[in-house]
Structure formats: structure tokens, C-alpha cells
T-cell receptor, first 114, second 113 residues
């Protein structure tokens, strides 16, 4: 079935350290894997995404890696800052002939300690 | 300002009393979707719409209805709400259905007693 698993559920790091969040997906996933950040009281917001034709993508302190063979992808945040504290969701698209679903992981609550 | 708006933001109601949560986007997006967010379960898709008059079930459609009569609006209807529909609801839209960024509304916190 269509499933995305995300670990860990909570992550606490010291300011300046790195944070890594990992996700795995089931068979038949499509080629698009976005990451969303949700701050308290707000809707999720896209922070980075990756397509299956690349293995890694970077945007300043954020990077995402994709291993299609192993069916997992990861979010890496370097030099963490207190404003990085939020809930992060990975997601994967599952698409068929006439359907399109964005399936989310269960979320990781990241706390960056000053 | 490009945005997705939802109303109401907070709603407390009783079991069985029909309600509608409105969603509107001003970006001329084709794709719109509703999610519910529950602790430990992430975001689960309720219904989605690829374009006007085209809707389809997501993962948790039971107890919900939607309609897409105009491109900008995608209301979520609970004909007979039950306590297990107490949740945080998000509407989202994107330019097209495949691998485009989804823009989320601010959320509607619904409590059914």
C-alpha cells in the first residue's frame, strides 16, 4: 500500500549542531519527494523538494538526499538555529492513471536548544 | 497577496449538526485538497480535486463531502459530524496535480462534542 514512514518523532539538538530526519516509502511511489515545515499555529510550508532524477539537493543550510533503490530520503539541516524549531513532514507522491495523492509522514518535532 | 484562506478558523459544534468549512485560493490553481492533522498521524488526505467538477477520495473520505463548482473554492462539508472528526483541518492548492508545491491554508480547528 501507499505509506511513508518518518523517524524520529522528536529530535532535540544544540544550536549549531546538525539535524537529520529520515523517511522511507512503500512501493509504487512517484518521482517527487517534498519536505514541509510547520510552525506553531500555521499551515505547513514547503522548504525543499527533490525529484528522482537527482540524488541530492541543497539550499543553504538545508539538504535532501534520495536513495531510490533503498526507497528512503532524508532531510539534513546544518548549523541549526532556534528558528529551525518546528514540526517537519516528509511526503511522497503516489500517482496512478487518474489519481494523485500526496502521502505525508507522521512528522518530526525538532527542538533547537539555544 | 497569494494565499489560501479558510473559514472559520475555530469551530465547536455538536454531534449531527451539519457544517461547512470554506476554502478559497487566489492563485488560479487547478489542484485543491483537504487534509486532517491528528497527533502522531501526520497529515492525511480527505478529498482532492484536479479541476472544476473533478473530485476524488483521498485516504480518509468517510463522513466528508466536497464540491468544486468554481476553480477558486473547495468547501468541505460534514453532513453529520461525529466526535472522531474532531481535528485540525487544512486546505491546500497547487498549480497542477503533479509534483508542484502545495500551498496550505492556516487551518481550521474543529471540535465536535
Amino acid at each position: 500500500g501507499e505509506n511513508v514512514e518518518q523517524h524520529p518523532s522528536t529530535l532535540s539538538v544544540q544550536e549549531g549542531d546538525s539535524a537529520v530526519i529520515k523517511c522511507t516509502y512503500s512501493d509504487s511511489a512517484s518521482n517527487y519527494f517534498p519536505w514541509y515545515k510547520q510552525e506553531l499555529g500555521k499551515g505547513p510550508q514547503l522548504i525543499i523538494d527533490i525529484r528522482s532524477n537527482v540524488g541530492e539537493k541543497k539550499d543553504q543550510r538545508i539538504a535532501v538526499t534520495l536513495n531510490k533503490t533503498a526507497k528512503h530520503f532524508s532531510l539534513h539541516i546544518t548549523e541549526t538555529q532556534p528558528e529551525d524549531s518546528a514540526v517537519y513532514f516528509c511526503a511522497a507522491i503516489f500517482s496512478g492513471d487518474s489519481s494523485y495523492k500526496l502521502i505525508f509522514g507522521s512528522g518530526t518535532r525538532l527542538l533547537v536548544r539555544p | 497577496e497569494a494565499q489560501v484562506t479558510q473559514n472559520p478558523r475555530y469551530l465547536i459544534t455538536v454531534t449531527g449538526k451539519k457544517l461547512t468549512v470554506t476554502c478559497s485560493q487566489n492563485m488560479n490553481h487547478e489542484y485543491m485538497s483537504w487534509y486532517r492533522q491528528d497527533p502522531g498521524l501526520g497529515l492525511r488526505q480527505i478529498y482532492y480535486s484536479m479541476n472544476v467538477e473533478v473530485t476524488d477520495k483521498g485516504d480518509v473520505p468517510e463522513g466528508y463531502k466536497v464540491s468544486r463548482k468554481e476553480k477558486r473554492n473547495f468547501p468541505l462539508i460534514l453532513e453529520s459530524p461525529s466526535p472522531n472528526q474532531t481535528s485540525l483541518y487544512f486546505c491546500a492548492s497547487s498549480f497542477r496535480q503533479k509534483d508542484y508545491e502545495q500551498y496550505f491554508g492556516p487551518g481550521t480547528r474543529l471540535t465536535v462534542t
